[in-house]
């Protein structure tokens, strides 16, 4: 089933959605889901739906925050893999993975103030193109959608929270020679904090802003940021974790 687009409305202490062909949702800070799910959607769907979407704005209404991140666990620190739609983010997670790597997330990552990450109990969800690349087959997965041809890679999974070390970009670009790090200063590093927070558009009308703002400018001060470039045309996994994995061995 294919499942339109739909933004949620949001007051301070209620988040609605109106998903045609899915559901409808009203959420109240500390009180339980309420859903009227479409007859023609599967469960599939509304699970996808319950552990998504609805998980980040429960979270938000209860003052926790997160980044739209896959995150695995290097020598007891979270790294946070951010960027934008193709970047590679669950491939990447899932490269590192493969190596002893536990994940704590795919798709968000919730972060205490004190820049604690929090496990979300996600496997890598990966394309066609991304189980070729890290030559698995993906019949051995799990479907995250019926309508989509992505599934999820069973993995390690961290379940335990760990300091959040580092917040990496992934770039993908034309002309570049490998892989190359660099590392963000002054105002680009809330900048990437607050292009990777999830259900931004939310924040304001929930009357959280101030508290947000603190969220954020305490984030980007207290873990490293870089960027990590790669050729778009090369899609070198192997690489791109190899620099993760040098970010997490130097990131204080």
Not at 107 to 125: H, I, K, M, Y
Not at 166 to 178: H, M, N, Q, S, Y
Not at 209 to 238: E, K, N
Request: charged share 20%; hydrophobic share 50%; proline share 7%.
């Amino acid at each position: 089933m294919r499942i339109e687009a739909a933004l949620p409305r949001a007051e301070p202490g209620v988040v609605t959605w109106a998903i045609p062909g899915l559901a409808r949702v009203h959420l109240r800070a500390g009180a339980e889901v309420e859903l009227e799910r479409d007859p023609r959607t599967t469960d599939v769907d509304v699970a996808w739906l319950l552990e998504g979407p609805v998980r980040q704005a429960q979270a938000l209404l209860n003052g926790i925050f997160g980044l739209r991140a896959a995150s695995v666990v290097i020598d007891g620190r979270a790294v946070a893999l951010v960027g934008g739609p193709a970047c590679g983010k669950s491939l990447t997670a899932a490269a590192l993975a493969l190596r002893g790597h536990p994940v704590l997330s795919d798709t968000w990552l919730p972060v205490e103030s004190d820049a604690t990450a929090r496990p979300t109990g996600q496997n890598p969800g990966l394309w066609p193109g991304a189980w070729a690349l890290l030559e698995r087959d993906p019949t051995d997965g799990t479907v995250v959608r019926p309508a989509l041809a992505k599934r999820t890679l069973a993995v390690v999974r961290a379940e335990e929270p760990a300091p959040l070390a580092a917040i990496v970009v992934l770039r993908r670009d034309t002309g570049v020679d490998g892989v190359t790090t660099d590392r963000l200063t002054g105002a680009p590093r809330a900048a990437v904090v607050r292009a990777a927070t999830a259900m931004l558009d939310l924040v304001d009308p929930l009357g959280m802003a101030p508290a947000y703002f603190v969220w954020m400018t305490r984030l980007a001060a207290a873990v490293a940021v870089l960027g990590v470039t790669s050729d778009r045309h090369a899609r070198d996994a192997d690489a791109v974790a190899d620099a993760v994995e040098a970010i997490a061995a130097t990131a204080r």
